[in-house]
């Protein structure tokens, strides 16, 4: 085959294969599938194999990678990188305007804006199209040279290529290297996963990863590079306007994000408002726009001020970190018991709101942080995210400065906090007795698999909190007393008022199962708490049961053992339970475990039953102690299979698993004495 057809074709693919990397590790969107990917791979590799002469420099095969550094070299920047000089608001943009316009009098203005990138600046350099080095910014006379690192981004070009432009001599062009949005979630999920730190932002994530002395490690990162200007062209690209050369520069495949050019500078200050309102919706992380005067020769004639040019500007968006301290640290009780520390802190602007709550999420978090009263904090908060403790500063710290710990009582009812090895959340004991936890613990309570109170949960729990009619579960059952307090609830009429009471004395009677349900103990759903009511028999043997005789219970794991021994041992729940029991509930005895032929087996129910629904099969099995599952495994006991059974007949055939048809079923279930009326 002809050589320029090989590289044709070698490039073709290079930069096929570029594109959905970019998607893929960047955007975190896919556009093609794996095997497509490998595909294009192999054709490049095959096509390097059969012509190793003409393998591109930039080829994504190559992972041989260079070596780790025992350090970065320091580079002087030819071309100083400079810094911009800043307004936060209308008047300083418009100043700036004036400013301009009195060196350049009677002259048409025009600008161009940029998105203010929250990354790092680069600066990378091309010789004959081919990238030789990639800069960090430094101090803007000198940098590091982290050129292994820069060849590791994805969408960055690593070799110029273009049909319809000459590629210069030297091009040397700068921008921004950044983790977008998704890009960053993504890494932090990963890092989370396997035990590692996260990154605070997205900006902390690139400059962690570009800094990396071993470019493998960078490789991993989803960095991507935007550029916004060239500082040498070699020869001159010739272009009058900087909007022009960006434009330019996108044609040997350099992403530049949107860039506008504006007339006056209140078009200007309309960019920002309409920036402001979509920076969250970005895919990136911006802290503001960038300012600039679009004619390169009113540019030269504007010239510099300390070291900062006049002709541009960063127009940023109001602080999204501050700092700030601790006054305290309060702890906040979750409707599902949850112990939540929040700092509160000395009030402070960050990102256009005041900050004076943050969450510190849990008691390892204020580990990891180091927090303690009195510290100086950085306060975070980027787009419409949550305000975060981002750094403690411990070198500001006060020498009356005070530790934190996690609460050994619940600040809202006293109870216990109990924190379970290997648990990260510190709940409060106080379960049906604690106020912070008494609205979820009511709705769990009356739902129709517990006490089955209808109406209660959804149409009144809230007003009945609120008129101090229900400091817990057991008041639920002296309602009646209190007619005409229920009366002024708004839509509650006497025929509502008859039906709440007759329904609450309905549920006196009930399961001991649909009981131990209704009590809301952590870790323990519908399934356990039939094993529990078959296990123990009566809720006093329940109660005093001990901690290995609750694990030997079906369904019931180490941790939920504990849970439950936790719940009994509160003092204010077992007054609960006595008032609940004093007030008439009851139920029949359980069927004994020694009459439970199925106890403890694992049952699937599938398909159309003729006689009956999957739910009154399901109570059939259950009664006799078998556990009904919804999908079929090797420890499955049986599969009953109806009409139109489907893929989990298949799965119990091709494992093995025994089957009943709907005849024999029930069969089984006459000989264990389970009809459909019983
Ligand atoms: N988008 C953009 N960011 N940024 C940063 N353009 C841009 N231009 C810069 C800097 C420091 O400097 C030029 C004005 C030289």
Not at 179 to 202: D, S, V, Y
Not at 624 to 647: F, I, Y
Request: proline share 4%.
């Amino acid at each position: 085959m002809d050589q320029t057809i090989v590289v044709a074709q070698m490039r073709q693919l290079i930069q096929v294969l570029a594109q959905h990397n970019h998607a893929y590790y960047v955007m975190d969107q896919p556009t093609i599938e794996d095997s497509e990917y490998d595909q294009l791979f192999h054709q490049l590799k095959a096509l390097e194999q059969q012509h190793p002469e003409l393998t591109q420099p930039d080829t994504p095969t190559n992972t041989v990678g260079a070596k780790a550094l025992s350090k970065f070299e320091t580079i002087t920047h030819v071309v100083p990188m400079l810094s911009l000089g800043n307004v936060f608001d209308q008047q300083e943009l418009n100043d700036f305007a004036r400013r301009i316009e009195e060196r350049l009098p009677n002259q048409k203005i025009q600008y161009d804006v940029e998105l203010k990138f929250d990354g790092l600046a680069i600066s990378l350099w091309y010789e004959h199209g081919v990238l030789v080095r990639g800069v960090t910014r430094g101090d803007g006379e000198t940098g590091e040279d982290i050129t292994e690192n820069v060849k590791t981004i994805r969408n960055l070009p690593k070799m110029l290529c273009s049909d319809n432009v000459p590629i210069p001599e030297l091009l040397e062009v700068r921008g921004e290297v950044l983790i977008p949005k998704a890009g960053f979630n993504k890494l932090n999920r990963h890092l989370k996963k396997k035990g590692e730190k996260e990154f605070a932002n997205p900006r902390n994530a690139a400059a962690g990863s570009l800094r990396q002395l071993d470019s493998q490690i960078t490789k991993t990162r989803p960095l991507a590079f935007y550029a916004y200007g060239i500082a040498q062209c070699k020869p001159s690209h010739g272009f009058k306007t900087i909007a022009e050369s960006l434009d330019w520069l996108k044609e040997f495949g350099f992403e530049n994000y949107d860039h506008w050019v504006f007339d006056s500078i209140e078009d200007v200050q309309k960019k920002y408002d309409e920036l402001t309102n979509q920076r969250s919706d970005l895919s990136v992380e911006i802290d503001g726009m960038v300012v600039k005067v679009n004619n390169i020769d009113q540019q030269l004639k504007l010239g510099f001020v300390s070291r900062a040019p006049r002709w541009a500007v960063a127009y940023k968006f109001p602080a999204v970190a501050a700092l700030t301290t601790v006054e305290n640290i309060d702890w906040q009780v979750g409707r599902t018991g949850t112990l939540t520390p929040v700092a509160r802190l000395n009030p402070v602007a960050v990102g256009g709101v005041t900050v004076s709550n943050v969450t510190l999420h849990n008691i390892g978090e204020i580990h990891r942080l180091d927090v303690r009263l009195g510290d100086t904090v950085s306060v975070y908060r980027s787009g419409d995210v949550i305000p975060k403790v981002e750094k403690v500063w411990p070198e500001f710290r006060p020498v009356d400065s005070v530790e934190v710990h996690l609460p050994e009582q619940c600040p809202v009812c006293d109870s216990p906090v109990v924190m379970p090895e290997g648990e990260a959340l510190a709940r409060c004991s106080g379960g049906l007795y604690c106020a912070a936890q008494r609205i979820e613990a009511i709705r769990h309570f009356v739902s129709r698999k517990a006490m089955d109170i209808e109406g209660l949960g959804d149409r009144w729990a809230e007003s009945l909190l609120h008129l101090d009619l229900l400091k817990d579960v057991a008041d639920i059952y002296h309602l009646h007393a209190h007619r005409e307090k229920l009366l002024t609830i708004e839509k509650m009429g006497e025929k509502s008022v008859q039906n709440l009471i007759d329904s609450i004395e309905k549920s006196k009677k009930t399961s001991f199962a649909s009981f131990i349900f209704a009590l809301g103990i952590r870790g323990v759903g519908e399934t356990t708490a039939r094993m529990l009511a078959n296990t123990f028999q009566t809720l006093d043997a329940l109660r005093n049961a001990d901690l290995d005789a609750l694990k030997k219970t079906p369904d019931v794991g180490d941790i939920t053992a504990e849970w439950i021994i936790d719940f009994f041992q509160a003092p204010h729940n077992l007054e609960v339970v006595d008032r609940l029991i004093a007030a008439g509930i009851h139920w029949d005895a359980p069927i004994a475990p020694t009459r439970q032929p199925l106890n403890g087996e694992s049952w699937v129910v599938t398909g159309t039953l003729s006689s009956m629904g999957r739910d009154e099969a399901t109570q059939m099995l259950q009664a006799l102690g078998a556990r009904v599952s919804g999908s079929v495994s090797a420890k499955t006991k049986c599969l009953v299979a109806g009409e139109k059974a489907g893929s989990k007949l298949d799965k119990a055939e091709k494992l093995g698993v025994p089957v009943l048809d709907e005849q024999a079923f029930l069969a089984l279930m006459a000989e264990y004495g389970q009809s459909l009326d019983t």
